[in-house]
């Protein structure tokens, strides 16, 4: 069965610090990763996809096929990266129809 | 733009009566969907349009309708409202089927007593 998991509900760090929030999946094939973001009061937004292999906003994320994860770095934690963060998987070239994680709601302290 | 819009923002249904989300899109997308977002479940997947004409089922479609007349529009229907569908339902659309980022609307929050 197709699966997304963050086990973690709510990650508190404080500014400056590292941050990781985990991911990992079940899927059978090769499948696109991607973060979402929802800020406080906006709209849920793509953060990064793992086809781009792109920083956006100082975050990273490296799809490892080994340990089936998806990881999202970043080395400097700031107050504004505070919202809840999404893993969604899809099948290859069906990035219209994803599968979520539970969501991982990240707080960062002054 | 406007992108991807959704009425009502909030709505109080009583057990057993009907209605209807509105979605919209102005960016000519082919594919549409509409999730439900719950506590401690992230976003599920409940009804998909891949164009005008054509929908499917997702994860969780059952007490849900759709139907795709136009390629703006995606209306999604409770037919009969019950207290489990009591979330914030959100509706999404990307370029195509194999599009690689949804845009999604800013989300209805629905309540059935």
């Known amino acids: 069965a197709q699966r997304v998991t963050q086990p973690e509900k709510l990650l508190s760090v404080f500014k400056g610090a590292p941050v990781e929030l985990k991911c990992n999946y079940s899927y059978s094939g090769s499948p696109e990763l991607f973060w979402y973001v929802q800020y406080s009061r906006q709209r849920l937004q793509l953060l990064l996809r793992?086809?781009s292999r792109e920083s956006i906003k100082g975050f990273t994320a490296d799809l490892n096929k080994g340990e089936t994860s998806f990881h999202l770095k970043k080395p400097f934690a700031q107050e504004e990266d505070s919202a809840m963060y999404y893993c969604a998987l899809s099948r290859y070239n069906q990035g219209g129809k994803l599968i979520f994680g539970q969501g991982t709601e990240l707080s960062v302290k002054p | 733009n406007a992108g991807v819009t959704q009425t009502p923002k909030f709505q109080v249904l009583k057990t057993g009566q009907s209605m209807t989300l509105q979605c919209a899109q102005d960016m000519n997308h082919e594919y549409m969907s509409w999730y439900r977002q719950d506590p401690g479940m992230g976003l599920r997947l409940i009804h998909y349009?891949?164009?005008?004409?054509?929908?499917d089922q997702g994860e969780v479609p059952n007490g849900y309708n759709v139907s795709r007349s136009t390629t703006e529009d995606f209306p999604l229907r409770l037919l009969s409202a019950a207290p489990s569908q009591t979330s914030v339902y959100f509706c999404?659309?990307?370029?195509?089927?194999?599009?690689?980022?949804?845009?999604f609307g800013p989300g209805t929050r629905l309540t059935v007593t």
């Open positions: 999404a659309s990307t370029k195509t089927a194999g599009g690689h980022e949804q845009y």
């Open positions: 793992h086809i």
């Open positions: 349009s891949v164009g005008a004409g054509i929908t």
